[in-house]
C-alpha cells in the first residue's frame, strides 16, 4: 500500500474553496485515490475515488495529475458542516481483503 | 437502502468482562470490516469477513475476535477487556475494497 502525506490541519471561511493535497510518490499502477470524510464521533464517509485526470461528483472534485504522485481534494463553497477530518487512501481498488489504511487525515476547520 | 447499522450504540464495562458488538452490513454487501478508533492511534484495521470467511487480520491480540454469519452480519469480541481497549469500534461493508459504507460505530468505555 502507498503510503500518502497530507496537512495535518487546513482552516477556511465559510463560501471559499477549500484544496487539500496528498503526497503518494511510490503509488502503483494499478492503486486508485480515494477520499473519506470524518465528523467527530461518526464513522468515515467515502466521498470520492479516482485514478487519473479529473472526478467531479456532487460533493468534490478530484484531480490527478498525470503522474499520479498526488492529488487534490477540490470542495467548492465550504460551510460550517465541512469541519471534519479529511482523508486520503492509496491502493488497489479490488484487492480481496485489504484492509483500509488510515492515517492522520487533515483536519479541516470552517469558520464564519 | 438501509445503512451499516451497529448495535449497541454505547456500552460501559468493567476491566476483565467481556463484550460482544454487532454489525448489520448493508444488503447485498458480503464484506465486513471492523476498525478500532483512538484519539491517540486513529483508525486502525481490525479484522475483515467476507463469506464467513476471515481474509485478513489486523495486528491486535488474540482477545479481539470475530465472526461472521451466512446473512453477511457480523459480530466481533473482545475478552478480558483492559482500559486500552476503550474506543469508538466502527464497522463497514463493502462491494469493492476502497468504497466501505461505515456505521455510526459502538463507544466502548472500560472502567
Known amino acids: 500500500l502507498a503510503k500518502t502525506t497530507q496537512p495535518i490541519s487546513m482552516d477556511s471561511y465559510e463560501g471559499q474553496e477549500v484544496n487539500i493535497t496528498c503526497s503518494h510518490n511510490?503509488?502503483?499502477?494499478?492503486?486508485?485515490i480515494t477520499w473519506y470524510q470524518q465528523f467527530p464521533s461518526q464513522g468515515p464517509r467515502f466521498i470520492i475515488q479516482g485514478y487519473k485526470t479529473k472526478v467531479t461528483n456532487e460533493v468534490a472534485s478530484l484531480f490527478i495529475p498525470a503522474d499520479r504522485k498526488s492529488s487534490t481534494l477540490s470542495l467548492p463553497r465550504v460551510s460550517l458542516s465541512d469541519t471534519a477530518v479529511y482523508y486520503c487512501?492509496?491502493?488497489?481498488?479490488?484487492?480481496?481483503?485489504?484492509?483500509?489504511?488510515f492515517g492522520k487525515g487533515t483536519t479541516l476547520s470552517v469558520s464564519s | 437502502k438501509a445503512g451499516v447499522t451497529q448495535t449497541p450504540r454505547y456500552l460501559i464495562k468493567t476491566r476483565g468482562q467481556q463484550v460482544t458488538l454487532s454489525c448489520s452490513p448493508i444488503s447485498g454487501h458480503r464484506s465486513v470490516s471492523w476498525y478500532q478508533q483512538t484519539p491517540g492511534q486513529g483508525l486502525q484495521f481490525l479484522f475483515e469477513?467476507?463469506?464467513?470467511?476471515?481474509?485478513n487480520k489486523g495486528n491486535f491480540p488474540g482477545r479481539f475476535s470475530g465472526r461472521q454469519f451466512s446473512n453477511s452480519r457480523s459480530e466481533m469480541n473482545v475478552s478480558t477487556l483492559e482500559l486500552g481497549d476503550s474506543a469508538l469500534y466502527l464497522c463497514?461493508?463493502?462491494?469493492?475494497?476502497?468504497?466501505?459504507?461505515f456505521g455510526p460505530g459502538t463507544r466502548l468505555t472500560v472502567t
Open positions: 469477513y467476507f463469506s464467513e470467511t476471515q481474509r
Open positions: 463497514a461493508s463493502s462491494t469493492s475494497t476502497y468504497e466501505q459504507y
Open positions: 511510490n503509488i502503483a499502477t494499478n492503486d486508485y
Open positions: 487512501l492509496v491502493g488497489a481498488a479490488n484487492q480481496a481483503g485489504t484492509a483500509l489504511i
